[in-house]
């Protein structure tokens, strides 16, 4: 009895008209309850003639109470629209995923005799009977729609369970999970991912992960080095500076690079160790890189260490290397250049986790070229913004994600892969516009 009540309401064929059942009860239940009372005693006190009952409804008194109910019943409605918007929307995806059945053919069905109107006269009139329906369930909780399908390796097992595409466009939601349970599969999906944006103030850096919206953190100690990409215009920079900031209330120690020389450099004024000329840049990811190896060293020799354990558990302070244009920079170097640095950034993101050193690198598309030998693979957290072509989504996320992306003309919004390979939609916290990133960066680096 638990796992049924788990799992949610059961779809059936009879919910491919759920909206209209839904609407049409409740719309004449409420206008009957309110245009009942008006006429409870003139019912109660009469005799049950026609002649009796067209005269009284038709008067000037049953016409008025007639208006005043659909009046009362038009404002319930309205207010069950504005407050009750999501409790409709179940009813709507409900309908939709009936639909979804009936019109791919995803049931089975068996010929029936239909029987003629004199019994004892054999018909030869057949008509087709659904005989098994897929059992699928709906429950909607906290946010998250959990669909749950159940397994029976029958004729339509591979469709359903390969649901994704399908229940992200036509529910217009964002799966966040694929779970495999004994007998059914179960889809969970994000509702309403826009409401789920936070504000730059929410952004909280604490015990190992920074909260990037209610339902999304980047745990860094777990899923170390994050890479972002987007075009101008998408909002990336102000994600980086967000970052900044949030990581800067921790005792996290930061090092900026920016060889453009563009909004990230201007931090030069507030804070240390930001750089943008491409041989400080360089003597930068050396000195990095050597601080990671001379930690990972020490560790060893200090009191209360235990192999296993991370940074943290020792009281020290995660390093970030924050790398905007990336590709950028890497295209003005020689070939020898080139080379030097991706064999430091390699070992930074093969051994940073355990020794606190992580890597944030940012670029306007992540070119395999400067991102190969299995360094991408590293990159636990990714997160696309803006505008992007399916060339760039591939190498974002892998070519062979099952996922549609969509346009939306939002700043700051994009799509996100945490870390478990199931890519949902992002977006980056809201920053007001009297907000001043080199003031409230130079308060915390102080």
Not at 102 to 116: A, C, D, F, I, R
Request: hydrophobic letters at 40%; glycine letters at 6%; a neutral charge.
């Amino acid at each position: 009895m638990k796992l049924l009540k788990r799992r949610g309401k059961r779809i059936k064929e009879k919910d491919a008209s759920l909206v209209f059942q839904f609407v049409f009860t409740r719309l004449v239940g409420t206008w009957l309850l309110f245009f009942t009372p008006f006429h409870l005693s003139f019912l109660l006190s009469t005799k049950w003639q026609l002649d009796i009952f067209q005269a009284h409804f038709i008067s000037t008194y049953g016409l008025m109470t007639l208006l005043i109910s659909l009046v009362l019943t038009g404002g319930c409605a309205f207010v069950y629209y504005c407050y009750r918007y999501d409790h409709l929307k179940q009813i709507i995806h409900r309908q939709k995923l009936a639909k979804m059945i009936l019109g791919n053919g995803w049931y089975e069905t068996k010929q029936v005799t239909k029987e003629s109107f004199f019994k004892d006269i054999p018909s030869d009139k057949a008509k087709e009977k659904i005989s098994h329906y897929p059992k699928i369930y709906y429950r909607f909780e906290k946010g998250l729609l959990h669909i749950q399908v159940e397994i029976t390796l029958g004729k339509y097992q591979e469709p359903l369970l390969n649901l994704e595409k399908r229940l992200e466009s036509g529910l217009y939601c964002e799966l966040v999970s694929k779970e495999l349970h004994d007998s059914f599969v179960e889809y969970i999906l994000l509702y309403d991912t826009i409401a789920n944006r936070i504000s730059i103030e929410e952004v909280i850096a604490q015990n190992g992960s920074l909260k990037l919206m209610e339902s999304v953190y980047w745990e860094y100690d777990k899923l170390p080095h994050m890479l972002i990409a987007g075009g101008t215009g998408g909002g990336k920079t102000y994600f980086i500076l967000t970052l900044i900031e949030a990581l800067l209330k921790t005792n996290a120690k930061l090092y900026i690079l920016d060889p453009k020389n563009a909004d990230l450099a201007d931090l030069t004024t507030v804070m240390s160790d930001v750089h943008y000329k491409k041989e400080d840049i360089m003597a930068c990811i050396d000195q990095f890189h050597e601080a990671m190896m001379a930690r990972s060293e020490e560790m060893k020799q200090m009191e209360g260490y235990k192999t296993g354990e991370n940074y943290a558990y020792l009281g020290l302070s995660p390093h970030f290397l924050i790398f905007d244009e990336y590709v950028a920079f890497m295209e003005l170097l020689t070939s020898k250049e080139n080379t030097a640095v991706l064999s430091k950034l390699k070992q930074i993101v093969m051994l940073g986790r355990q020794a606190g050193f992580f890597l944030v690198l940012a670029c306007q598309r992540p070119d395999a070229k400067y991102l190969g030998d299995g360094i991408r693979d590293q990159f636990n957290f990714r997160v696309a913004l803006g505008r992007m072509s399916e060339l760039g989504f591939g190498m974002m996320f892998g070519s062979d994600v099952q996922k549609q992306f969509f346009l939306k003309q939002i700043k700051g919004r994009g799509y996100i892969d945490k870390g478990d390979s199931v890519i949902s939609e992002f977006y980056t916290p809201l920053v007001p516009n009297e907000h001043d990133f080199l003031k409230e960066i130079g308060k915390l680096a102080n």
